[in-house]
């Protein structure tokens, strides 16, 4: 099994959708999860992190399920430059490894 | 807003031959990190670095590489002898008290 899974996509919406985007992880022991979002050949770009309790940050919301090893990130109100690919990535702070382990990412197209 | 920056964007190297890559990372971060994505890949972890010294490596950070911080802001990864494999984007990450990282736009490498 994969570390950090996702589904590639493209999920292709139109202007104004809500979509969801799910990913699965399967060390049990990760501590720090997060969704950092990629342009096309750019750098990771932070887009939230993920707590057990949901956390919400204007359009986006990310809730975490320990119990499945389960992340998801939720986007309301898709806007164009919402186009990107979102990456699942987590963190197994409880060795003291910083080091961050990232999913392959879900494209998301979003279209006028 | 404080960011991390890398030089140079694009580099062109010969097989065989030795590059070092430059990060400055956010100032009052303690921990740097190296990162690489093959293009078309995910992003993988090569290196962390904390106090003056290597915390964790991956299995991709090996004898050819190196990693250096020589004076208080600069940040190098240093590849000996380059081979066709190390082509990708190169990026460097810092981060401070918490496990969030920050990427600079990376360095992208071809091997010829």
């Known amino acids: 099994r994969k570390e950090v899974e996702q589904d590639p996509g493209p999920f292709n919406v139109p202007e104004g959708a809500t979509v969801a985007f799910n990913c699965t992880y399967s060390?049990?022991?990760?501590?720090?999860f997060f969704w950092y979002r990629q342009d096309c050949r750019k750098e990771p770009k932070l887009l939230m992190s993920?707590?057990?309790s949901g956390n919400e940050d204007g359009r986006f919301t990310a809730q975490l399920n320990r119990a499945s090893q389960y992340i998801s990130l939720l986007i309301r109100d898709s806007k164009l430059s919402d186009s990107a690919t979102y990456l699942c990535?987590?963190?197994?702070?409880?060795?003291?490894?910083?080091?961050?382990?990232f999913g392959s990412g879900t494209r998301l197209q979003v279209q006028p | 807003e404080p960011e991390v920056t890398q030089t140079p964007s694009h580099q062109v190297t010969q097989m065989g031959q030795e590059v070092i890559l430059r990060c400055v990372p956010i100032?009052?971060?303690?921990?740097f990190y190296w990162y690489r994505q093959i293009l078309g890949q995910k992003v993988e972890f090569l290196v962390s670095?904390?106090?003056?010294?290597?915390?964790?490596k991956s299995e991709i950070f090996d004898d050819q590489f190196s990693v250096e911080r020589p004076d208080g802001s600069n940040f190098t990864l240093k590849i000996r002898s380059t081979k066709l494999e190390d082509s990708a984007m190169y990026f460097c990450?810092?981060?401070?008290?918490?496990?969030?990282?920050?990427f600079g736009p990376g360095t992208r490498l071809l091997v010829l």
């Open positions: 990450a810092s981060g401070g008290t918490t496990e969030t990282q920050y």
């Open positions: 060390n049990s022991a990760s501590q720090s």
């Open positions: 993920v707590y057990s």
């Open positions: 990535v987590v963190n197994l702070k409880d060795t003291g490894r910083r080091a961050l382990t």
């Open positions: 100032s009052n971060h303690l921990y």
């Open positions: 670095f904390y106090n003056n010294e290597i915390s964790e």
